[in-house]
């Protein structure tokens, strides 16, 4: 595992500058701002800002720390917060907000934070994540090599450091700042092993680790992608049974999955127009789908009017992010930092194609791990992800909530998740979503009850509300 760290960052005591909240939707609320070396290698080189939203504990006197919020990568988890926040998060939320001080910070070159930006498109038109041959395949590469070039010239040395472990150190950097003996983490995903990691680069630091949708990097990166296919197509062959029930799907009655198939070849052969942008082909599509699975009761709804919208001739409900907290840009940038480059060569890259394509027949092995993975062939920065899969023994007992069904996240990958933090539990919710707390009054009395007692629930329990 990584070595620990046990002296302080420099720079850190120089504070945060706090501020009323002008944004009205924080009204009373503090937003403030942190400054933090580019490169922790030259902590006293170019520095960037890191944006922050802080919500005061709702009891003062039984006050009990600070809990960080975290969302996945390339998403703000201050933008998450305001999605929490209108729906009733300090009201719902119990202990988590009455005893804590809740903090929202977005990641560099996340969000608000030093936001990184590319003109080149991530995908150009022309340019497939599932080549075919060889002249594909170096078009691919050529393209991937051209966008990175162009996110440094705009961006500087902080493309090249915006990976899990330089925002670990400025977690860090954040602890002291506040001036807490120990963090809360409420990690969502990808920033499930961003806890892990700061958890091993300072031990001790950690009072809880609440892992939402635990990722599983014990695995190799394309191992992760694969594992990842299988749980999106089981994803979508749940809203598919769903469509065929369900009065909120527009296509109430279809085989919804020789529809979307239908659609994908249609578009593959002629590109879908959209309000607003190039047209979508069929893999523009399929890459689009998988974020929409996330959410039952959110995305489902909408994915299925974007189906039939686009069997109309206007495939403009996948061409933006269902997630209104993701920057896809931003999650690619600091995923080639973070992915071991596991494809070098057009057959490898074939080989993987294949296998990905016999895990999901209907989305083809379109998920964010594949992008991770054939996005960043030929990418001009080199990877450095965090070590993974060691015990982290001086890590804090996590309590890792995980769906039965998730379209990013296995079941089995919160087991991984557990195993590397002695004393941890998986708490299963029976369903298909992420970001539970709000949404299973079980998953919050368990939540709570752990971060004010340090008591996780019984081994094995579920929740099924």
């Not at 700061?198 to 009072?207: D, K, N």
């Not at 990722?215 to 062959?237: G, I, K, M, R, Y």
């Not at 309590?399 to 991984?416: D, E, I, K, N, Y």
Request: some cysteine.
């Amino acid at each position: 595992m990584l070595a620990p760290v046990l002296a302080a960052p420099a720079q850190a005591a120089q504070g945060i500058a706090w501020r009323a909240c002008a944004d009205a939707e924080f009204a009373g609320l503090q937003c403030g701002t942190m400054r933090v070396p580019v490169e922790w290698s030259t902590p006293r080189g170019a520095q960037i800002e890191l944006a922050l939203v802080r919500r005061a504990a709702g009891d003062p006197a039984r006050r009990q720390g600070t809990l960080v919020l975290n969302n996945g990568a390339g998403r703000s988890a201050i933008e998450q917060l305001r999605l929490a926040m209108r729906s009733g998060f300090p009201e719902l939320a119990g202990a988590m907000t009455q005893r804590f001080d809740i903090v929202a910070i977005d990641p560099r070159g996340v969000g608000h934070s030093a936001p990184v930006r590319c003109a080149v498109p991530m995908k150009g038109e022309g340019v497939t994540h599932f080549p075919q041959d060889r002249g594909a395949f170096r078009r691919l590469a050529e393209h991937n090599r051209g966008f990175g070039e162009d996110c440094l010239r705009r961006n500087g040395p902080l493309v090249a450091n915006v990976d899990s472990v330089s925002a670990a150190r400025d977690f860090e950097a954040l602890r002291v700042k506040l001036g807490e003996r120990q963090l809360n983490w409420y990690g969502i995903m990808h920033s499930t092993l961003l806890g892990r990691t700061y958890a091993a680069l300072f031990p001790g630091r950690l009072r809880t680790l609440n892992a939402d949708t635990a990722l599983d990097d014990t695995v190799s990166p394309l191992d992760q992608a694969l594992n990842e296919a299988s749980a999106a197509e089981d994803s979508f062959d749940r809203f598919a049974a769903w469509c065929g029930t369900d009065d909120r799907c527009a296509l109430k009655g279809h085989d919804v999955g020789a529809e979307y198939d239908a659609l994908v070849a249609r578009a593959d052969r002629e590109p879908i127009p959209v309000e607003d942008g190039r047209p979508l082909t069929g893999e523009d599509i399929r890459e689009a789908t998988q974020e929409s699975l996330d959410l039952k009761g959110f995305f489902w709804p909408r994915l299925a009017g974007a189906i039939a919208k686009a069997r109309g001739g206007d495939a403009s409900g996948f061409a933006t992010a269902a997630d209104r907290t993701l920057d896809r840009v931003q999650e690619q940038v600091g995923g080639c930092l973070d992915t071991h480059r596991q494809i070098r060569t057009f057959k490898q890259a074939e080989r993987a194609q294949k296998a990905l394509k016999a895990r999901s027949p209907h989305l083809g092995g379109a998920v964010s791990g594949w992008a991770k993975l054939i996005g960043c062939v030929g990418w001009p920065v080199p990877a450095k992800p965090a070590r993974a899969g060691g015990r982290v023994p001086q890590g804090p007992k996590a309590l890792v909530v995980q769906s039965t069904h998730q379209a990013h996240a296995p079941h089995s990958a919160g087991r991984a998740f557990a195993g590397q933090l002695p004393g941890s539990v998986v708490l299963s919710r029976e369903g298909d979503d992420y970001s539970m707390f709000l949404s299973s009054a079980c998953v919050r009395d368990a939540t709570n009850q752990y971060l004010t007692d340090l008591v996780l629930p019984a081994p094995g329990t579920v929740c099924t509300d």
